[in-house]
């Protein structure tokens, strides 16, 4: 016995212990997926309670044949990152489903005739949605050159100017606008309009104004949180040259935060782009091309697949079909916008070192 064990001092564990085989996590994880795949084929129990049963029983199985082999430190260091693993997997299977589904049964109509015809006269097979996509870009477009501008300035007032209680007023506003339903925001506007016009008043223009409530507080929020990231030095630089404010927020400011603020705007864009409720009071519904937002209804996508889901005719594949086509248009623009909007980034985006 040595003197350290004499004097009561435990000996020193080794600090390099045994790991798992490189393939061990995945053997683990494959044999818990063909349990749960037998048991699915001989049992009534749903796949996704399998699923999430193997999973834990991989996890549980992994941390403690890791504690086993390479103690309790790397055991958790497992555990823990199996965790994230699974809380990541979990939050985007809803995302990967969703995408397969619309795929899988849009791309039945996503051809030529589906971009290129509309839906007048049209029953039963054939016809498309060219009209709701026109009236689709249309309403967008008109929504955002109307709110982008307001929204930018508003956030500039607030980071840059603002002070006291107009200040707390206008972020009180922003925030409650932010969170009221999409419906209030069409009847708000279809209030306003009909004021005006008369009761009965469908115009494209009038789903602008309602999908530019509903982006004006995201615009404003997202510019803002960019504008309070640009680092003070650069301010405090360009004012000891002795540039006024205003110049300093057009030439420093907002070139810093232009990657921020093109992200900010295509997550507004996206955020009202498949709104249904809203459009459904405003703009009505139309089965030919209408390219002037102040003259007469004005279809778009999201109304146009709520339209066709829910049409009596018979048989009602060719109107689910023109239902999911449409939807997956719609993902698809949204997804080009965001593409466009890295590519702006790059070319003009300012980065901060």
Not at 129 to 145: F, R
Not at 271 to 287: D, Q, V
Request: no cysteine.
């Amino acid at each position: 016995m040595s003197t350290l064990d004499i004097a009561g001092i435990p000996p020193r564990t080794p600090m390099v212990q045994g790991s798992l085989p490189s393939w061990g996590p995945g053997a683990l994880f494959a044999g818990s997926a063909v349990v749960a795949l037998g048991l699915l084929a001989v049992t009534d129990v749903s796949f996704a309670l399998l699923l999430v049963g193997a999973v834990v029983v991989s996890g549980a199985g992994l941390y403690a044949w890791s504690r086993v082999v390479e103690g309790a430190r790397t055991a958790t260091d497992r555990g823990v990152t199996f965790l994230v693993s699974s809380a990541f997997a979990l939050a985007i299977a809803p995302l990967v489903s969703l995408l397969y589904t619309v795929t899988a049964r849009g791309f039945a109509r996503f051809d030529y005739q589906f971009f290129t015809e509309s839906a007048r006269n049209v029953v039963g097979e054939g016809g498309g949605a060219s009209h709701a996509i026109v009236g689709t870009l249309v309403i967008t477009g008109v929504a955002t050159l109307a709110s982008v501008p307001i929204g930018i300035l508003a956030a500039i007032y607030l980071q840059e100017y603002g002070r006291g209680r107009l200040k707390r007023a206008i972020t009180f506003f922003v925030d409650v606008m932010t969170g009221i339903p999409s419906i209030v925001a069409g009847l708000f506007a279809y209030a306003l309009f009909a004021l005006f016009l008369g009761p009965g008043i469908r115009l494209g223009v009038i789903g602008s104004v309602a999908l530019a409530v509903l982006m004006i507080p995201i615009v404003v929020r997202s510019t803002e949180e960019m504008l309070k990231i640009v680092p003070n030095h650069l301010r405090e630089a360009s004012y000891a040259l002795g540039v006024p404010k205003w110049r300093t927020v057009v030439k420093v400011v907002l070139p810093t935060a232009l990657g921020g603020i093109i992200s900010g705007v295509m997550l507004a864009v996206a955020r009202i782009m498949g709104e249904t409720a809203p459009l459904l009071i405003t703009t009505g519904a139309f089965s030919s091309i209408n390219l002037n937002p102040t003259d007469g209804r004005m279809q778009n996508l999201a109304v146009f697949a709520f339209n066709e889901y829910k049409n009596p005719g018979v048989p009602r594949d060719p109107y689910f079909d023109r239902a999911w086509a449409a939807a997956l248009t719609l993902i698809v623009l949204v997804m080009t916008l965001s593409l466009l909007a890295r590519l702006i980034y790059k070319r003009f985006g300012t980065e901060t070192r």
